[in-house]
C-alpha cells in the first residue's frame, strides 16, 4: 500500500525593520495583514498546522524604537541577529533619511539582499532600498509628496509618483506609496504567495479594499463628496450612501437639502465639477464593484438593486467608471466559490 502524501507546510518569515522615527502604520499595517492571512489559515488548516507567516520585528541594535506618532515599539531582534527570513519590508519616516540610519540600513540590505526572496518599502523606505543599489535601473513609487526629493537624489531612478505599489528589480523588489499603501502591497503579496482569496478574507477582516483601482491622486466618490462639501451636502451624502437602490433624481435630492434643482445642480459643479447624477452614478458602481468581488449575486440583481433601469445601462455605466465590463470586473477581482458570500 503507498504511504499517504502530506504537503509540506511553509512558514515564511517576514521581517519588518524598525529604526528611530519611522511611521507607525508603514510597519504595523502590512504587519497586521500578515498575521490576520495565518490566524485565517489556521481557522481552515487546524491549529496543530504549522503558521503560513511569522512576523518579526528588526532593530538597528535591539532597542526601543519610538516612531513619528510617539508610539514605542521593542523590536524582537537586532539587524545583526536577524534568522533567515523570507522577506524584508522597510517602513518609512522622518528618520529613514538620518545619515547613520540610512547607512546602515543600506549596509545591512546589500549584505542580506542575495538570500531575500523579496525586499519590499512603504513611503519613504525606498531610500534605503535606493541607498543600498536594489533600485537602480527599476520603475518605483513613494509618497507623492516626497518623489521629487527621492528622483533628485536618485536620478537612476524612474519615479512613477502615482502607483499605490510598483513591483521590479525582477519581480524580488517591491516599493508603494505612502502610509495605507503598505496594506495594498502586503495583500498583494499574500495573493502571491496563496491566492487572491485568502487576500479578499484579510482584506474583509481588516475592512479594506483587497485591491484599489486607480493611483494616488484618487479619492472614493464618498470621501472626495464629503470632504469637500457644505453641512447640507454632507448631510445628502450620508443619505445618499444609505438609499442607493432608490429613485435618486435631481428632484429628489434638491428636495432632501430644501434646494430647488437650479440650486442644487449649481452647487455641485461648483463643489465637484459634477452634476448630481454623475455623482450619483459613481457612488452605484463603486458599491457594484464591492458586491461583484465578494458575492456571486447575479449582475443583473446588482444593477436593479442599485438603481440601474437595465443590466444594460448598469455595463455601460460600470465602463465608463471602471474600464472594463462588471462580468469581466467579476473574473478578475471576485473570490473563490468557496469564500464568497450568497446574497
Given at each position: 500500500m503507498l504511504a499517504r502524501m502530506t504537503t509540506v507546510r511553509r512558514t515564511r518569515r517576514i521581517g519588518f525593520i524598525g529604526f528611530p522615527r519611522f511611521n507607525a502604520l508603514d510597519l504595523t499595517g502590512p504587519m497586521d495583514v500578515f498575521s490576520a492571512a495565518a490566524e485565517l489559515e489556521l481557522e481552515q488548516?487546524?491549529?496543530?498546522?504549522?503558521?503560513?507567516?511569522?512576523?518579526?520585528?528588526?532593530?538597528?541594535?535591539?532597542?526601543?524604537?519610538?516612531?513619528?506618532?510617539?508610539?514605542?515599539?521593542?523590536?524582537?531582534?537586532?539587524?545583526?541577529?536577524?534568522?533567515?527570513?523570507?522577506?524584508?519590508?522597510?517602513?518609512?519616516?522622518?528618520?529613514?533619511?538620518?545619515?547613520?540610519?540610512?547607512?546602515?540600513?543600506?549596509?545591512?540590505?546589500?549584505?542580506?539582499?542575495?538570500?531575500?526572496?523579496r525586499i519590499a518599502s512603504v513611503c519613504t523606505g525606498a531610500y534605503a532600498l535606493a541607498e543600498a543599489g536594489l533600485l537602480d535601473g527599476c520603475r518605483v513609487t513613494t509618497h507623492w509628496r516626497h518623489a521629487a526629493a527621492l528622483a533628485a537624489r536618485y536620478p537612476q531612478l524612474t519615479i512613477d509618483a502615482d502607483a499605490i505599489f510598483l513591483r521590479s528589480g525582477g519581480g524580488r523588489i517591491y516599493t508603494s506609496a505612502g502610509i495605507s499603501a503598505g496594506i495594498d502591497l502586503a495583500l498583494a503579496l499574500v495573493a502571491e504567495d496563496h491566492g487572491p482569496a485568502l487576500a479578499l478574507a484579510v482584506a474583509r477582516e481588516l475592512v479594506v479594499h483587497v485591491k484599489r483601482d486607480g493611483g494616488q491622486r484618487q479619492y472614493s466618490a464618498p470621501l472626495a463628496f464629503q470632504t469637500q462639501a457644505g453641512d447640507r451636502l454632507g448631510e445628502l451624502a450620508a443619505w445618499t450612501l444609505r438609499h442607493l437602490g432608490e429613485d435618486l433624481s435631481v428632484e429628489r435630492l434638491a428636495q432632501r437639502c430644501s434646494l430647488s434643482r437650479r440650486q442644487l445642480s449649481r452647487r455641485f459643479r461648483e463643489a465637484f465639477g459634477v452634476a448630481p447624477a454623475q455623482y450619483v452614478e459613481r457612488l452605484r458602481v463603486d458599491e457594484a464593484r464591492q458586491r461583484l468581488s465578494e458575492s456571486r449575486v447575479p449582475i443583473d440583481r446588482i444593477a436593479a438593486t442599485l438603481g440601474f433601469r437595465s443590466a444594460d445601462v448598469f455595463r455601460r455605466a460600470f465602463e465608463r467608471q471602471v474600464g472594463i465590463a462588471p462580468a469581466q470586473y467579476r473574473a478578475r477581482f471576485g473570490a473563490s466559490k468557496s469564500t464568497i458570500r450568497e446574497d
Open positions: 488548516a487546524g491549529p496543530r498546522r504549522r503558521a503560513i507567516y511569522e512576523p518579526v520585528v528588526l532593530g538597528l541594535d535591539g532597542t526601543p524604537c519610538r516612531t513619528e506618532s510617539a508610539l514605542t515599539v521593542l523590536p524582537d531582534l537586532a539587524l545583526a541577529d536577524a534568522p533567515p527570513l523570507d522577506t524584508v519590508i522597510v517602513p518609512g519616516g522622518c528618520g529613514v533619511r538620518e545619515p547613520a540610519t540610512l547607512e546602515a540600513l543600506a549596509q545591512w540590505l546589500r549584505r542580506r539582499a542575495p538570500r531575500l526572496r
